[in-house]
Every structure is written in structure tokens, then in C-alpha cells.
């Protein structure tokens, strides 16, 4: 999803139904610098990131349990911009 964000945190959540893996990335749009958090469903801080590889965009991992978790992203910066966020689940093979 491309959404529009800047200082302020935009919040998203992530059904999970089964243990797996979840993968996060923020990508920005040309100059920004997205910062990535991730809570479980009792508000626990999961995983944060703000610059993940080599440049300015974020990602968190986390191997997960079923629930339901909340994902903020915003610039880091004090930017304004779009990011595009991405969530994928890998499951373990059977």
C-alpha cells in the first residue's frame, strides 16, 4: 500500500492465523527516510528499524505467533511523502 505520511506515525494492523514469519519494508518514494515499528496484540514492542542494508528504507523480521499485530511507520526525519509499505508472511514448509 503507498500511503502519505510524514512525522506523525500512521498505524496499520496485520492479522496473523497461524506462526510464521512476517516481513515488514518501508520504502520510500524518491528522499524520504521511513522508520518501521511492530507491536504484538498485548503492546508489546516486537521489532523497530530505521535504516535497514545499505540505504535509507526500513524493514523488520519477526517470527510471529497467531494474532493480531499493529505496524507504525512515519519519516524519520520530520519528511513528507509517500512510502510504500509491504507485509509478507512465510509459513514453514510441511
Known amino acids: 500500500q ?3 505520511v510524514g512525522s506523525d506515525v500512521a498505524w496499520f494492523s496485520v492479522d496473523v492465523n497461524e506462526a510464521s514469519l512476517l516481513l515488514i519494508e518501508a ?3 524518491g528522499e524520504g ?3 518501521l515499528v511492530m507491536y504484538d496484540d498485548l503492546g508489546r514492542k516486537v ?3 530505521d535504516d535497514s542494508g ?3 528504507n526500513s524493514m523488520v523480521t519477526s517470527r510471529v505467533q497467531p494474532g493480531t499485530y499493529i505496524i507504525g511507520v512515519r519519516h524519520f526525519d520530520g519528511g513528507q511523502g509517500f512510502i510504500r509499505l509491504l507485509a509478507e ?6
Open 33 to 35: 527516510d521511513p522508520w
Open 27 to 29: 520504502i520510500a518514494a
Open 47 to 49: 521489532a523497530e528499524n
Open 54 to 56: 545499505e540505504g535509507l
Open 2 to 4: 503507498d500511503i502519505s
Open 89 to 94: 508472511r512465510y509459513v514453514r514448509a510441511e
